[in-house]
């Protein structure tokens, strides 16, 4: 078996994407982005708008969607003892006001130090230093926390996205509900009420299930064999109504469709635990979704356009085959579509 085709080898998800093409501001109307349609069973692509989007659903079928609601969960900081600057970005609530975070520079950071945000409106002390720079703070405030994260906090852009984003909405889905995530379920953001109304009228169900989405969004993998690499644990949630609504539309033969690798990495996660079905389910996953994976729940996937070697091109690389994949990929590379989290979409049936 030659290094290419050996599915286990980080270098079987390499691909050349200039850097003009990764997006840096959303485009103006969510729903006008370019939409790429592979059909897995013919290997074709097709060209088309994001609201075309409606025309490859059927009635009967579910559209699930991650409801989470990003934090403005980058703060700006300074370490008491001699002024440093310190930026913070929230990952996680462990337990009240015990947070994980990933800090920059970490090193500057001990436990035992006190970080005062916002002339002291908002303090942190450090209890534990993690690993790559990760450190749990327990935060100090007077009033309620998410208000006081409002005032203070920005939002959480990747770090490839270089534009100062003018309305922080825009990083959100407009069916965000859930706050807790540290970056958006971008696949999401090129719905709008009016469309999610129009594929309602045509008899297709919505479904909403929760992924807080942590910091394996943040990590490359590090290890030439992907088997090796470790995903960092992701909280989520799935109501008994949902859970219920999706094992109906399998039993009576129509689509599970899921609106990114978020939505699918939560049913994949429940089905797991459940002989295949889904069920009512909270807890924490670290599901590694990687060629050679059965799906049990998800016959099809809306998507953006992923980071090479990112264990998110390996994701749908398991749902649509990896050299179809790269050969989509390379072919919107060529018709220069947009990537990552403002860009286009995909959409894998």
């Known amino acids: ?11 079987a998800y390499d691909f050349d994407l200039p850097e003009e093409l990764i997006a840096q501001t959303p485009i ?9 349609v592979l059909d897995t069973q013919t290997k074709t692509y097709q060209d088309k708008v994001f609201t075309d989007i409606i025309d490859e659903l059927n009635a009967g079928d579910v559209l699930v969607m991650n409801d989470t ?11 008491q003892a001699t002024g440093a600057h310190l930026e913070v970005l929230l990952l996680q609530n462990i337990e009240g006001d015990r947070w994980e975070t990933l800090m920059k520079p970490a090193r500057k950071a001990r436990v035992g130090d006190r970080i005062l945000f916002g002339d002291g409106r908002l303090q942190a002390v ?10 749990i703070l327990e935060f100090e405030y007077d009033g309620i926390f998410l208000e006081v994260l409002e005032e203070l906090g920005e939002m959480p852009l990747p770090p490839y996205i270089k534009e100062k984003l003018q309305d922080s909405e825009r990083y959100q889905t407009v069916y965000a509900r859930e706050n807790g995530s540290a970056a958006a379920p971008t696949a999401g ?11 309602k009228t045509k008899g297709v169900e919505l479904a909403f299930v929760t992924l807080h ?10 290890t030439d064999d992907i088997s090796e690499h470790v995903m960092h644990s992701e909280y989520y949630h799935v ?31 429940v089905a797991a635990l459940n002989n295949g ?33 990112s264990t998110l091109i390996m994701l749908v690389s398991a749902l649509g085959g990896r050299e179809f994949i790269l050969e989509a990929y390379a072919h919107a590379v060529e018709e220069k579509y947009r990537f990552f989290s403002f860009g286009d979409a995909m959409f894998i049936k």
């Open 69 to 79: 609601r990003v934090l403005p969960a980058r703060l700006h900081g300074t370490r």
């Open 189 to 199: 953001l090129h719905f709008t009420n009016d469309l999610l109304e129009k594929i």
């Open 28 to 36: 103006k109307e969510r729903d006008h982005s370019r939409l790429l």
């Open 126 to 135: 450090v209890c534990q230093e993690l690993d790559q720079g990760g450190r």
């Open 239 to 269: 109501s008994h109504e949902v859970a219920e609504q999706i094992n109906r539309a399998k039993a009576r033969g129509n689509r599970i469709i899921a609106v990114g690798t978020t939505s699918i990495r939560t049913l994949e996660s």
């Open 1 to 11: 078996m030659t290094m290419m085709e050996d599915l286990n080898n980080i270098n």
């Open 277 to 309: 079905k889904m069920a009512a389910q909270s807890g924490w996953t670290d599901i590694f979704i990687k060629p050679g994976f059965k799906f049990q729940i998800v016959d099809a996937l809306s998507t953006n356009f992923h980071l090479p070697k």
């Open 213 to 222: 989405v942590g910091l394996g969004t943040f990590r490359p993998v590090q």
